[in-house]
């Protein structure tokens, strides 16, 4: 079952779940505020893109107003997951597991080779 984390009022997280009923794929939709990924789906994802940087969504109001652009760098991979899990705003979406694969973001492409 692929699980997606969202929020409603994203238009990126929309076109993914529009994307998938094309498909024909069945999803669960979980709220990414509410409901961040577990620690053990950050590291799945961290392994996947080996930069923690690609997990954070870098155009949200939360990572600008923490001024993560600066202090992120030199923060460590454990620290960076710790606040991932705390806070669902600062989770780059879609955020998508399924089986072994982790994505984040809608990439159309991406997503055809890992989900069909």
């Known amino acids: 079952m692929i699980r997606i984390y969202g929020y ?4 990126t997280c929309r076109k993914a779940y ?7 794929l ?3 939709k979980v709220a990414i505020r509410e409901t961040p ?3 053990e789906e950050f590291a799945m994802a961290l392994s996947k893109y080996e930069s923690i940087r690609k997990l954070f969504n870098t155009s949200g109001m939360d990572y600008r107003s923490m001024g ?17 899990g705390s806070n669902g705003n600062l989770v780059k979406r879609p955020f998508v597991i399924s089986g072994s694969t982790a994505l984040v973001g809608f990439n159309e492409g991406d997503w055809s080779s890992a989900l069909l």
């Open 18 to 24: 529009k994307w998938l009923e094309e498909q024909g």
């Open 68 to 84: 993560l652009k600066d202090s992120l760098p030199g923060m460590s991979d454990e620290d960076a997951l710790d606040l991932l």
């Open 37 to 39: 990924p577990s620690r």
């Open 26 to 28: 069945e999803f669960e």
């Open 8 to 11: 409603q009022g994203c238009g």
